[in-house]
């Protein structure tokens, strides 16, 4: 197997040295010898190379999972979504979702794909004879008769997609209340969650708009690539639609980055835009390229499990604290509005969002 480490082309780790300016807990002294065994991307000895780093980085950011983070007041309900295909919406959800439950959350992902890839690399089996997300939005079962304990990661929680749910978008059309039936299906869940990451297909059918419905974050994982915001307005307006006919909760909370290349003026030029534009929706962490991520679904593991050492696992456990600590500080300014007013971010002018977006 090959390491990042000696990779030069494209699909590399970006050199992580200029990155880790990005992260909160920024470069740390690690004990003598500590680190060996730690990352088959980032090989002993450690030393001060910026793969090293990157993995001191890591251990320190593993360290701490044990620690927890705040847990949200109320569960929140995180809807990924991008029509555009490719762009990192799986594997954003099982990242996120695992970071969190290694933080000590207890998160369920709900695959919304008949693709099926997030019940993939949960190492979820979604088989066409296996209970699933389809059964609850088609056949009005329980959501509990088909969510499955992720292997390996405590906490972590998926109600799986089979091929069954391509069929879902046009049986759904003549069922009563055919957007709200995942929000039903949500909130009659009774185990207790911390998060709920809904993983939407490449498209804005009628299963997107049941997750819209259940949901009240949206976070939209933008590739770093040319042609990165085309068709985010499409998507922008249908969050819009959705708000002001079927859920008034829903807003776009977290933009993120996924596949950097910081060697790339591409790159850092989309990613200024996409951070031009719109603002503090975007996290300070961006997810790197990294061979170890996209190699971890193969195994059915993320890639918290699969390389906990390396630069893609430290990115999205950065991703996954900011997220976490963003929501914290979201409910608190709620909660001491002196207005006694909900206004937070998604109160503002509606249409701020998609302006100059195509
Ligand atoms: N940070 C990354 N570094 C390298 N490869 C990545 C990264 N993020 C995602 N990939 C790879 O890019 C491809 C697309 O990612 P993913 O499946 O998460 O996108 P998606 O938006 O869910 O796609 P779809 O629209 O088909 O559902 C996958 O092969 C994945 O392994
Ligand atoms: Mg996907």
Same mark, same amino acid.
């Given at each position: ?47 001060? !190379? ?9 251990? $320190?950011?593993?360290? %701490? ?23 990192? /919406? ?21 695959? &919304? ?6 019940s993939t690399? &949960?190492g979820i089996d979604h088989h066409?004879e296996v209970?699933? *997300? ?14 499955m ?8 929680? @998926?109600?799986p997609?089979t ?7 046009? $049986?759904? +059309? ?6 709200? %039936?995942?929000?039903?299906? *949500? ?12 993983? @939407? ?22 590739? @770093? ?11 922008? /307006?249908?969050? $819009? &639609? +959705? ?5 008034? /909760?829903?807003?776009?909370?977290? #933009? ?23 603002? /503090? ?19 059915g593991?993320?890639?918290? !499990? ?15 604290? $900011?997220?976490? &600590? ?30 100059? #977006?195509?």
């Amino acid at each position: 197997m090959r390491s990042d480490a000696n990779i030069a082309g494209p699909m590399a780790d970006p050199v992580p040295g200029p990155r880790t300016a990005e992260f909160a807990g920024g470069p740390i002294a690690v004990p003598p010898g500590f680190g060996d065994g730690v990352s088959r991307e980032t090989l002993p000895p450690m030393d001060d !190379t910026p793969i090293g780093r990157a993995a001191q980085l890591a251990v $320190e950011a593993l360290g %701490r999972a044990g620690e927890g983070l705040p847990r949200p007041a109320q569960t929140r309900v995180m809807v990924v979504a991008n029509q555009k295909g490719g762009v990192g /919406k799986t594997t954003t959800t099982v990242n996120l979702a695992a970071s969190l439950a290694l933080h000590g959350a207890r998160v369920l992902v709900v695959d &919304l794909d008949p693709q099926g890839n997030a019940s993939t690399a &949960l190492g979820i089996d979604h088989h066409a004879e296996v209970p699933s *997300i389809y059964d609850v939005l088609v056949e009005s079962k329980p959501l509990s008769d088909v969510v499955m304990p992720v292997p390996d990661v405590e906490g972590l929680f @998926c109600a799986p997609a089979t091929i069954d749910l391509a069929g879902a978008e046009i $049986e759904l +059309v003549s069922l009563v209340a055919r957007e709200s %039936r995942l929000q039903r299906a *949500i909130e009659a869940y009774e185990q207790p969650l911390d998060y709920v990451l809904i993983d @939407c297909p490449p498209s804005l059918g009628l299963l997107t708009v049941n997750a819209l419905v259940a949901g009240a974050e949206v976070v939209i994982p933008i590739q @770093c690539e040319y042609y990165a915001l085309e068709g985010l307005g499409q998507l922008l /307006k249908n969050v $819009e &639609l +959705v708000r002001a006919h079927l859920n008034p /909760k829903l807003h776009v909370s977290t #933009i993120l980055l996924t596949m950097y290349d910081g060697r790339t003026r591409l790159a850092s030029q989309v990613a200024e835009e996409v951070r031009t534009h719109f603002g /503090k929706e975007v996290l300070r962490t961006s997810i790197p390229r990294s061979v170890r991520i996209s190699e971890a679904p193969s195994y059915g593991q993320t890639v918290l !499990t699969y390389d906990p050492g390396s630069s893609g696992a430290l990115s999205y456990l950065e991703a996954a604290r $900011e997220m976490a &600590l963003r929501g914290v500080e979201a409910s608190v300014a709620v909660e001491y509005d002196p207005q006694g007013e909900y206004t937070q971010h998604d109160e503002q002018n509606p249409h701020s969002m998609s302006e100059g #977006i195509q």
